[in-house]
């Protein structure tokens, strides 16, 4: 009588087919839900709001500390002082900095405004009232200390600031005596004055009164309109 040898008795388990084997794998895995997914690189915050949720009143009393702000003027300066041939290209790329910025504040401020106030000025008056007052206070917490026009040019108007903040944390070392940072508020200032189609150059001048006088970091901003808006200016259109 034959015998059946033991591996004979049982047969062997065969492989599962690979595709089964994946399918089955997949069937064990929780499923994760779409909200818990997030791309590569995207990072948002829990309640699903960025900042482009949020208000644009919702922000309007909020000021920035003097230390971070001190801090951040100062790299800008360090910054846009690489590379430059003297004090004038440093202050043109400082204007130039500053540009962008007005462009941008200025429908932000008329957005922020009450209706009525709400009124894009056209003339100069009204534009140096609403760089002097509205812009001042929303970059420095209070208004410019004066307003001036040229006794002998109609194309010149000036604005002081008896104590620009951002001259505070600077220090200016002797060789370049004459460096005046004030000329990214300068840089503001033309973006404003561009944004509402009155053009014209603004550049940032010493006016102090000397280390003894009463305000030895007075600065004047000097404003260049074109001719063709003291032209219409004129005209009354």
Same mark, same amino acid.
């Given at each position: 009588?034959?015998?059946?040898?033991?591996?004979?008795?049982?047969?062997?388990?065969?492989?599962?087919?690979?595709?089964?084997?994946?399918?089955?794998?997949?069937?064990?895995?929780?499923?994760?839900?779409?909200?818990?997914?997030?791309?590569?690189?995207?990072?948002?915050?829990?309640?699903?709001?960025?900042?482009?949720?949020?208000?644009?009143?919702?922000?309007?009393?909020?000021?920035?500390?003097?230390?971070?702000?001190?801090?951040?003027?100062?790299?800008?300066?360090?910054?846009?002082?690489?590379?430059?041939?003297?004090?004038?290209?440093?202050?043109?790329?400082?204007?130039?900095?500053?540009?962008?910025?007005?462009?941008?504040?200025?429908?932000?401020?008329?957005?922020?405004?009450?209706?009525?106030?709400?009124?894009?000025?056209?003339?100069?008056?009204?534009?140096?009232?609403?760089?002097?007052?509205?812009?001042?206070?929303?970059?420095?917490?209070?208004?410019?200390?004066?307003? $001036?026009? *040229? #006794?002998? +040019?109609?194309? !010149?108007?000036?604005?002081?600031?008896?104590?620009?903040?951002?001259?505070?944390? @600077?220090?200016?070392?002797?060789?370049?005596?004459?460096?005046?940072?004030?000329?990214?508020?300068?840089?503001?200032?033309?973006?404003?004055?561009?944004?509402?189609?009155?053009?014209? $150059?603004? *550049? #940032?001048? +010493?006016?102090? !009164?000397?280390?003894?006088?009463?305000?030895?970091?007075?600065?004047?901003?000097? @404003?260049?309109?074109?001719?063709?808006?003291?032209?219409?200016?004129?005209?009354?259109?």
């Amino acid at each position: 009588m034959t015998t059946i040898a033991p591996s004979q008795a049982a047969p062997k388990s065969l492989p599962l087919p690979t595709a089964l084997q994946q399918q089955q794998s997949t069937q064990r895995t929780p499923t994760q839900h779409p909200q818990q997914q997030q791309h590569a690189g995207l990072r948002t915050p829990s309640n699903r709001k960025t900042i482009f949720d949020r208000n644009l009143n919702r922000t309007r009393t909020a000021e920035l500390s003097r230390a971070s702000f001190a801090y951040l003027f100062g790299e800008m300066v360090t910054y846009a002082q690489k590379k430059v041939t003297g004090i004038q290209d440093l202050e043109r790329r400082l204007n130039e900095a500053g540009y962008p910025l007005g462009q941008r504040l200025l429908p932000l401020l008329l957005h922020r405004t009450p209706p009525p106030q709400a009124v894009r000025p056209t003339r100069i008056l009204p534009l140096l009232q609403f760089i002097a007052h509205p812009l001042w206070r929303h970059l420095f917490s209070r208004s410019a200390d004066a307003i $001036e026009s *040229s #006794a002998t +040019n109609p194309h !010149e108007y000036m604005i002081s600031d008896n104590e620009p903040l951002v001259n505070q944390y @600077i220090s200016v070392p002797k060789e370049m005596g004459n460096l005046n940072c004030a000329a990214f508020v300068a840089g503001i200032i033309e973006g404003v004055c561009c944004g509402v189609g009155l053009r014209g $150059e603004v *550049s #940032a001048h +010493n006016a102090g !009164e000397g280390e003894g006088g009463m305000w030895p970091g007075k600065t004047v901003f000097l @404003i260049r309109f074109e001719e063709e808006v003291v032209m219409r200016e004129g005209s009354g259109k």
